[in-house]
């Protein structure tokens, strides 16, 4: 019966006859087997459909991670809707205006907040599920008789709706069809050799395309099974990785691993794979990482709009610093000025493939400027492919830094920063200078105390041309970050726009 829904399908068929098996293990809870985990994805369809949710309407979910969490999104597609996760740090003005655009027919949200959504969530049907999976939409669900069949979806249908962090303006909703995501999962779990005898160390939020749509699905089209943790937990991971065979993290997760002495190559024997994406992996936290365990993280490339775009292959070498290549079936390429550019030059990438998503809800005006006629995306991020293909990305084309008309580019002056003694990282900026335009500003966080701007700017003597030597140095406890471990640029230059005021 899955056959009739895409996407469904696909997730299913690893586990059709497998009923039994575990497809989770919660920590002081008992295993969830594939057979649960459907059967209660058929109540959660039959709960939304009950609830008013008909063929492409919208699902609005704002709840901690949970496995009803998971049989919600199942549920969702499997009801023909399309499923919109929001993030569970959002406040409600924020999430006033996702609701106000995406119009859903059902919100489920905590039951500590069904009041506060109340008031934004205009004709929606307001549901609860709450951190151990309780609520109103699992007495909804409970009371559902099970084999519900899900509503026909074709490859081309949405599947879900994913809001960009809105860092240049209004939030855009990503429309991400059912092939969308099904294709690229599919390619990942090959790429990246899953199969069912994994056991993936599930810690990342189910908010976000990362954890949902990069480990959920993965997991399910290889029919493994995954120790599922509520967040990220040292104690957890560590204690989870001697039965574990993979784990799919933020750079975050690592450099914390790293701070404890309990992770070395004992631990991650029985593991065959980390993978890092999200946001850029240090070179040293790579080297590190390879010294303490033997093993080398693999980091990989993709955002909200295009799902995973590049890795560094399973089986090859594995390049610090580097994004790795275009996947099967994903083209990339180079460009500025509109033309591409040959390697070793940087422009913004843009990629076209089965992976890149239909366009923004109610945005057609910005769909056009970003999604050409012909299939190609414009990411907005700089990249270089070197001489080898392997890509590298540079950083947002909105982070270039014009100063005195030169064009500077922040990665090159912060892999420097970063590899400097002392230093644990660093994130360059530029803000308002009454000279140059943009002036060139480090912000680093130190590893020794005893470090000094001075001996930053030493220690990049010779290195730079003189018009991308930082104008400042300052040195702070932490960088802002956003739930993913992105660096907030955009909270830095607010922060610092007044350093150089006008003489």
């Not at 006033?96 to 969530?121: N, S």
């Not at 699992?138 to 899900?150: K, N, S």
């Not at 991971?237 to 993979?246: D, F, G, H, R």
């Not at 995306?377 to 070197?386: E, K, N, P, S």
Request: aromatic share 8%; with cysteine.
């Amino acid at each position: 019966m899955y056959d009739r829904n895409h996407l469904l399908a696909r997730l299913r068929a690893a586990s059709l006859e497998r009923e039994g098996d575990v497809f989770a293990q919660i920590p002081g809870a008992g295993p969830v087997t594939f057979g649960d985990l459907f059967s209660g994805a058929e109540r959660m369809a039959a709960a939304l459909v009950g609830a008013g949710v008909k063929p492409g309407d919208r699902v609005a979910v704002q709840v901690p991670k949970t496995i009803e969490a998971i049989e919600l999104y199942l549920g969702t597609v499997m009801a023909g809707g399309i499923f919109l996760p929001l993030n569970t740090a959002y406040t409600t003005p924020e999430v006033a205006y996702f609701l106000g655009d995406a119009t859903p027919a059902v919100v489920v949200c905590d039951p500590t907040r069904k009041g506060e959504i109340a008031t934004i969530a205009g004709d929606a049907t307001i549901l609860t599920l709450d951190a151990s999976g309780h609520g109103s939409l699992r007495e909804l669900a409970d009371a559902q008789p099970p084999g519900f069949t899900p509503v026909a979806r074709r490859a081309d249908d949405l599947a879900a709706i994913l809001y960009t962090s809105g860092t240049t303006g209004r939030s855009k909703g990503a429309m991400l069809s059912h092939d969308n995501l099904s294709s690229n999962s599919e390619v990942l779990r090959d790429y990246w050799h899953f199969t069912a005898d994994d056991v993936l160390i599930h810690a990342l939020p189910i908010f976000h395309t990362h954890g949902l749509f990069v480990a959920t699905n993965v997991a399910l089209l290889a029919g493994c099974r995954v120790i599922f943790l509520p967040g990220f937990d040292t104690d957890a991971i560590l204690a989870a990785m001697p039965e574990a065979t993979a784990l799919m993290g933020v750079p975050t997760f690592y450099t914390r691993l790293l701070a404890d002495p309990r992770l070395d190559r004992a631990r991650t024997a029985n593991m065959r794979l980390f993978i890092s994406g999200s946001a850029p992996l240090l070179v040293a936290t790579h080297r590190e990482w390879e010294a303490r365990t033997g093993h080398r993280i693999l980091e990989r490339y993709g955002m909200t709009e295009t799902n995973m775009t590049c890795s560094n292959p399973y089986d090859g070498e594995r390049r610090a610093g580097t994004v790795g290549f275009p996947l099967p079936g994903v083209e990339t390429r180079i460009m500025k000025d509109g033309r591409e550019m040959p390697a070793g030059e940087i422009g913004v990438l843009e990629v076209r493939g089965p992976n890149v998503f239909k366009g923004y809800w109610q945005m057609p005006e910005k769909t056009a400027e970003e999604l050409r006629p012909d299939g190609w995306f414009i990411t907005g991020d700089l990249a270089m492919r070197d001489a080898d293909g392997y890509y590298t990305i540079v950083g947002r084309a909105r982070d270039l830094i014009i100063s005195g008309g030169f064009n500077i580019y922040p990665r090159e002056i912060e892999s420097l920063i970063d590899d400097l003694e002392g230093v644990a990282e660093s994130a360059v900026i530029g803000v308002p200078h009454p000279d140059f335009g943009e002036g060139v500003v480090a912000v680093v966080v130190p590893s020794d105390p005893s470090l000094t701007p001075e001996r930053i700017m030493a220690g990049l003597e010779g290195k730079l041309a003189s018009f991308k030597r930082p104008k400042q140095i300052i040195l702070t406890p932490a960088l802002p970050r956003n739930t993913m471990g992105k660096v907030q640029k955009k909270a830095l230059r607010e922060t610092y726009a007044d350093l150089f005021p006008a003489t």
